[in-house]
């Protein structure tokens, strides 16, 4: 059965930098095919893709968001690390990770509960 | 980027009653593998986006059959043949051949 969980701060100011992670079971990152994705929802809002990694440590950014995002892998932890640098009001949000594999063609098959993340001075 | 236009934004549907959302994308899905690579979630109230089809038309194992995904290059469609209450939400598109990019979003309530 695939889990996964994001975790980190609730709350952060205006540009401090975010790391969240997302901690997985059910699958490993080390798997040919495999990847683990962040997506993120302002409240009201629709989805927006930022990043993913793959099993062989491929990553992939939001162009618009590039700058500032980076996503790392720890595989014998079997967790994926985002942080995002200069964090503003318009990146309050929930923040999911998700589960991809490209050998089954399933884009976001599995998705953490989420976690919302306020930022505010 | 791609972009995922949906329509409508909004849906009030009688249950029993069928509902139509449409996605369109700014270039072809289509990719060199003959495959098209569209997929549509359901998010309902308070929980996380949920997988019903991918490709375009095949519904993942458990998802109703009264879901069906259609369309070809750059139009789809996601129909409920007939809606129940628990099928209330809000519905994504999204394109997977460039990055990844989602829909608008088409929230769908019971009348």
């Known amino acids: 059965q695939i889990t996964l969980k994001e975790s980190g701060p609730t709350l952060v100011k205006p540009t401090q930098t975010l790391t969240l992670t997302c901690t997985f079971s059910?699958?490993?990152?080390?798997?040919?095919?495999?990847?683990v994705g962040w997506i993120r929802q302002p409240p009201g809002k629709a989805l927006e893709w930022l990043a993913l990694i793959y099993w062989n440590d491929d990553k992939r950014y939001s162009p618009s968001l590039k700058n500032r995002v980076t996503i790392t892998k720890d595989t014998s932890k079997n967790q994926v690390v985002l942080t995002m640098t200069n964090m503003d009001p318009v990146d309050t949000a929930t923040y999911y990770c998700?589960?991809?594999?490209?050998?089954?063609?399933?884009?976001?098959?599995?998705w953490g509960q989420g976690t919302l993340v306020t930022v505010s001075s | 980027d791609i972009v995922m236009t949906q329509t409508p934004l909004s849906l009030s549907v009688t249950p029993g009653q069928p509902a139509s959302i449409s996605c369109k994308s700014s270039?072809?899905?289509?990719?060199?593998?003959?495959?098209?690579?569209l997929y549509w979630y359901l998010q309902k109230p308070g929980q996380s986006p949920q997988l019903l089809i991918y490709?375009?038309?095949n519904r993942l194992s458990g998802v109703p059959d009264r879901f069906s995904g259609s369309g070809s290059g750059t139009d789809f469609t996601l129909k409920i043949s007939r809606v129940e209450a628990e099928d209330v939400g809000v519905y994504y598109c999204m394109q997977s051949i460039e990055r990844w990019t989602f829909g608008q979003g088409t929230k769908v309530e019971i009348k």
């Open positions: 490709e375009v038309s």
């Open positions: 270039q072809s899905l289509l990719y060199s593998d003959g495959k098209t690579y």
């Open positions: 059910g699958f490993s990152l080390s798997t040919s095919g495999v990847g």
């Open positions: 998700a589960h991809r594999n490209i050998l089954t063609l399933m884009n976001f098959d599995y």
